[in-house]
């Protein structure tokens, strides 16, 4: 067991959870820390669900292991049939036990067995999708979204969170435009995206470069703070050389762009993560940097007023949290740690 000490909490990582089984033919890489990257998700039983990407083949798949690692199966395939779901899946939630699996504007939902339940098509999503939040009526997805004007060749930002019933899957609306400039989308920081939870009423979003959180209430539907984190030793984000890329033809090459995109976010630091710890009312944010060329990623502890308690290195990057606010990260492709906020 290793300890660390944060003020009045400790951070406590006692269990290894090591895959097995996985097939030969489609590997799990849960160290991939650039967008898309796998999300993970854990059912209230314990089973971990796991989104894994195959670029070049334009492939998702989304793998079963059971609450010790050991692979199960896989949960439905893509393809555009009611019960498939199509590339990319951005996001996989579990409720229960239900997998939630989002695919462009689709919904699809399994058992933790891989039995096809129901689909949705769902009318407003943002342009890039992030990820998805639970409230217990209620499904929010965020991202960014905009608008292009021509004439004034400026990008025109719109709201970036679209509200959903969980008993219907109908669209209620959408809300909070983000205060971001359109020199963020022209130096390619669109393209990095929020990651963020929720806390009862509040969502909180955090733009994956920039230190700041956005707080927003969901019962006005208004942003009603901004966080200015203080963390030390974050590296301020610099600006692409779009020009630069232009002129190599890097954004009309999907595989020279990836390469660029991953070169550029090495230069700085970046969010992976942003949390909320239900029983101790506490925030985690991970974020990863780079050094002679060394990753890193370290835990940053945040209360409810933006303030940092603490920071630490860890192992490998948060993946998630279970319904016991247990946290879990990646040691390395194949083997998760889990670990617990404790007073």
Not at 131 to 155: A, H, P, R, T
Not at 232 to 237: E, P
Request: proline share 3%.
């Amino acid at each position: 067991m290793f300890l660390f000490v944060l003020f009045s909490f400790s951070l406590s990582f006692s269990d290894t959870i090591g895959l097995s089984n996985i097939p030969d033919t489609i590997p799990v890489y849960l160290t991939q820390d650039f967008p898309p990257n796998n999300k993970v998700a854990i059912s209230k039983n314990g089973g971990i669900f796991i989104v894994e990407h195959v670029i070049k083949a334009q492939k998702s798949f989304l793998f079963h292991f059971d609450s010790k690692g050991t692979f199960q199966s896989f949960i439905g395939k893509q393809g555009e049939a009611p019960e498939e779901y199509s590339f990319p899946v951005w996001d996989i939630r579990c409720n229960g036990d239900t997998v939630f699996a989002f695919s462009g504007r689709k919904l699809t939902m399994y058992t933790h067995n891989g039995k096809f339940i129901n689909s949705a098509l769902l009318k407003d999503v943002p342009n890039i999708r992030d990820g998805v939040l639970f409230s217990k009526k209620n499904i929010f997805i965020y991202g960014l979204s905009w608008d292009y004007n021509y004439d004034k060749k400026l990008y025109i930002m719109k709201n970036c969170i679209f509200e959903y019933s969980r008993n219907n899957f109908k669209s209620i609306g959408s809300f909070f435009t983000p205060p971001i400039s359109s020199e963020f989308f022209d130096a390619g920081l669109g393209h990095c995206g929020f990651c963020g939870d929720i806390d009862n009423n509040k969502i909180w979003l955090v733009k994956r470069p920039l230190p700041q959180i956005f707080v927003i209430d969901i019962g006005t539907k208004r942003l009603e703070k901004t966080l200015k984190l203080k963390i030390r030793g974050f590296k301020r984000v610099k600006l692409v050389d779009t020009e630069r890329w232009k002129r190599e033809g890097i954004f009309n090459d999907t595989d020279k762009f990836m390469s660029a995109l991953e070169g550029w976010s090495n230069a700085l630091s970046f969010i992976d993560n942003l949390l909320y710890i239900k029983d101790s009312g506490l925030w985690v944010l991970d974020y990863r940097d780079y050094s002679n060329g060394k990753k890193t990623h370290y835990l940053v502890i945040i209360d409810k007023k933006g303030r940092v308690l603490n920071k630490m290195g860890i192992s490998g990057r948060l993946l998630t949290i279970d319904k016991n606010n247990r946290l879990y990260f990646a040691l390395n492709d194949t083997t998760l740690l889990k670990g617990t906020l404790v007073k």
